[in-house]
């Protein structure tokens, strides 16, 4: 019963959000997360990446994505500074915060959406710092929230984002 009942709650939350959109998430897990920053506090709502098939997918072919709504990459193990994200069939510019094991935000990239039909095509953005997870948001919002790096992200707790 409680698993039917967060299955409700967080497609309510998508839907309210506008992360649910008609080219929607393929029923991936969603986060309540904070941005803890000088600037304030900044509550999103993070679908979550943990199989190697969802991280490849992605945002590919999503349209829209809400004001504060993202996509998490998490991992098993530390990723290396050369390794990174790419934008091939992603419509959307994106921002991209590299965050280390903690959830601090070691680096943050702007990515633009590739136009060629030929993945080798696409420019790579590695991440400049070895990170664990990653967090993709419209572009502008990590700058337009006053994000930066050494802020931090923390999932999972209902009092992240409270006064």
Known sequence: MMTRALIVFATAAL??????????????????????A??????????????????????MGREALAENAGMLFTYGYERTSE???WMY???????IAFLDQQGVIVNIREMHP???SRSGDCP????????????????????????????????????ACTD
Request: some cysteine; aromatic content about 8%; hydrophobic content about 35%.
């Open 15 to 36: 839907t309210g959000c506008g992360l649910a959109d008609a080219k929607g998430p393929e029923h991936l897990p969603v986060s309540q997360g904070c941005f803890v």
């Open 38 to 59: 000088a600037s304030g506090q900044h509550p999103v709502v993070l679908e979550v990446a943990s199989q190697s098939s969802d991280r490849q997918k992605g945002l």
């Open 83 to 85: 390794q990174g994200f």
């Open 89 to 95: 069939k992603t419509l959307l510019p994106l921002d």
């Open 114 to 116: 590739c136009a060629s």
């Open 124 to 159: 790579s953005y590695p991440a400049g710092a070895s990170y664990w997870s990653a967090v993709e948001m419209n572009a502008g919002y990590f700058a337009d929230h006053g994000i930066i790096t050494g802020d931090r992200l923390i999932l999972n707790q209902a009092t």
